[in-house]
């Protein structure tokens, strides 16, 4: 909802500017259809040149979700954290193996299952019963198994930022598509000299509106974009990091409500919960 609303007051305030000085709106009108095919339809054949399928289809994925409001916040952590502690504290009770079928059949746990936000996220449920499979193995050390979360975690931070670079680029390309479209309307009026006054300035404008949506389609649409998927995609890494610091600190000998209190602390601020809250919530959901 922010994003139509962010784009509602961007174009909004630019062409109510515009129009605000005695701009004639009609003549960006009737340059848009023409302009925008040269624009657009340039500037995304390059862009399918210049990344390759599984980015085209990751980038197209990505698009919906931009719509939508970020999915972690503090309840999502303590839901996270809860889960954490649970299978934590029954493993210590009961000895790593009783966590065993837990692992293996999250999707028939009875631990899982009392957290549904976190049972639905496929990759996340991957990544904590992969590295919940090693510590019941038993053939891996907190620093071995660090190593490969830290590996993992940047692998799938460059993945996740492939649609976000993508993005960045076309952004930077379309202004100088929005040249393009105004060199080849500077050209179809040098063709048109001996034409009337009036008639050549209507198509200089038209072609100079080439230039302005260029940059106005860049920095108003599509850049905002990329940043925004960033952002996202940052989120899902922290996520990555508070399963990954309470699994270690559990392996290094801590208690579970220790370990949790670690994972708490790697949290970016605004979705934190405090100790009180978080010690509230889990002895809630015993």
Same mark, same amino acid.
């Given at each position: @909802? ?20 005695? #701009? ?73 193996? *009783?966590?065993?079928?837990?692992? !293996? ?22 990544? $904590? ?23 993992? $975690? ?39 000299? #001996?034409?009337?006054?009036? $008639? ?14 260029? $940059?106005?389609?860049?920095? *108003? ?8 998927? !960033? ?19 559990? @392996?290094? #000998?801590? *208690? ?19 100790? *009180? ?10």
């Amino acid at each position: @909802m922010l994003v139509i609303v962010g784009y509602v007051v961007a174009l909004g305030c630019i062409f109510g500017a515009y129009i605000m000085h005695g #701009g004639n709106i009609a003549v960006i009108i009737h340059a848009l259809p023409t302009e925008l095919v040269a624009i657009i339809g340039g500037a995304l054949g390059a862009f399918v040149v210049n990344n390759q399928p599984k980015v085209l289809k990751a980038t197209l994925g990505a698009l919906p979700n931009l719509l939508r409001g970020s999915k972690h916040s503090k309840a999502r952590y303590m839901e996270l954290m809860a889960l954490l502690y649970d299978i934590l504290q029954k493993a210590r009770k009961e000895g790593l193996m *009783a966590i065993e079928d837990d692992v !293996e059949t999250p999707q028939d746990s009875a631990l899982f299952q009392k957290y549904p936000a976190i049972g639905g996220d496929h990759h996340v449920m991957v990544f $904590i019963t992969d590295y919940l499979r090693m510590m019941v193995s038993g053939n891996l050390n907190a620093h071995e198994i660090e190593s490969l979360m830290d590996s993992e $975690i940047e692998t799938h931070h460059h993945e996740a930022n492939g649609p976000a670079a993508a993005l960045a680029r076309l952004a930077g390309a379309l202004p100088a598509f929005g040249i393009i479209a105004a060199v080849l309307g500077v050209v179809n009026t040098m063709g048109s000299v #001996g034409q009337a006054p009036a $008639i050549l300035g209507a198509m200089i404008g038209s072609a100079l509106v080439g230039t302005f949506l260029g $940059i106005l389609l860049a920095y *108003a649409v599509v850049e905002p974009l990329a940043g925004l998927l !960033e952002q996202k995609n940052d989120e899902n890494g922290k996520e990555l990091q508070c399963i990954k610091t309470t699994l270690l600190a559990s @392996m290094q #000998g801590y *208690a579970p409500q220790v370990a949790v209190e670690f994972g708490r602390k790697v949290l970016y601020s605004g979705d934190r919960p405090t100790f *009180a809250e978080l010690e509230s919530h889990v002895k809630g959901k015993k």
